[in-house]
């Protein structure tokens, strides 16, 4: 269930400045990591540490993301033109890591921000999360914003995909819902508009996730009186797996 909460960081050389690191952290989130006494002298490359009783490891890693995986997933981002650039030009990576089962919310404000202060290092051109490749200002930028309004991270957490068909309607998925131990949510051939349905995808994402609801085959869902949205189940049509298809 952590795999919510691992990332990886594109880097353009190989070079990890952890004291920069730690000094972000702490100016922009007031965070301090606390390590060991024997980690602060050891190899530079590497991070372990606690807050808050949260295990994060941060590393180095001085290759590109093994298996072409950065490229095949930067394909999947329509909202960001460099992605796929970033992605196959990257030569480096630092992979981020919180370990052991965090409170999921509280564990996703937290990941948001370690991984928000890993893009303000110099080299850093890209972040691979999410199945996609994202735009690292606009990530860091969505965790201030979420973090200023006490909100569950949901743009950093779940990632929104949107495509058309042949006969002009809309189809939608999320990718992060997993992490949480929920299924992914689909929405297929919709007449709404593009942006309608990723804000209620988003907020159906945010809702399940915090008040920690399981969607079930055959209700329905909404977020005023009148609005009532079916719910079915079967196998995804954009994503492996059983999906909850919404009926926007």
Request: glycine fraction near 8%.
């Amino acid at each position: 269930m952590s795999s919510a909460f691992t990332g990886f960081i594109l880097l353009s050389e190989a070079k990890f400045d952890r004291d920069k690191f730690l000094k972000d952290l702490k100016e922009d989130w007031n965070i301090t990591l606390n390590m060991g006494e024997e980690d602060k002298n050891k190899e530079k490359d590497m991070l372990v540490g606690e807050i808050d009783g949260i295990m994060i490891a941060v590393a180095l890693m001085p290759a590109p993301i093994p298996n072409n995986e950065a490229v095949e997933s930067a394909k999947t981002n329509y909202r960001w033109k460099d992605a796929l650039k970033v992605a196959e030009e990257h030569k480096a990576h630092i992979l981020v890591s919180l370990l052991g089962e965090p409170n999921l919310v509280d564990g996703a404000k937290l990941y948001t921000k370690i991984i928000s202060t890993l893009t303000k290092q110099e080299n850093c051109t890209g972040i691979n999360v999410l199945g996609t490749v994202l735009n690292p200002d606009m990530y860091r930028d969505f965790t201030k914003y979420y973090e200023e309004n006490d909100m569950f991270p949901v743009e950093n957490m779940i990632f929104i995909g949107l495509y058309g068909s042949e006969d002009g309607k809309m189809n939608a998925y999320t990718y992060g819902m997993e992490g949480f131990g929920k299924k992914e949510m689909e929405i297929v051939a919709s007449s709404e508009s593009p942006e309608d349905i990723y804000y209620f995808l988003q907020g159906v994402a945010d809702y399940v996730i915090t008040s920690d609801v399981i969607l079930q085959d055959g209700e329905t869902i909404g977020f005023s009186a009148e609005q009532k949205i079916s719910i079915s189940q079967s196998k995804g049509i954009a994503i492996d797996g059983i999906t909850l298809k919404l009926g926007y």
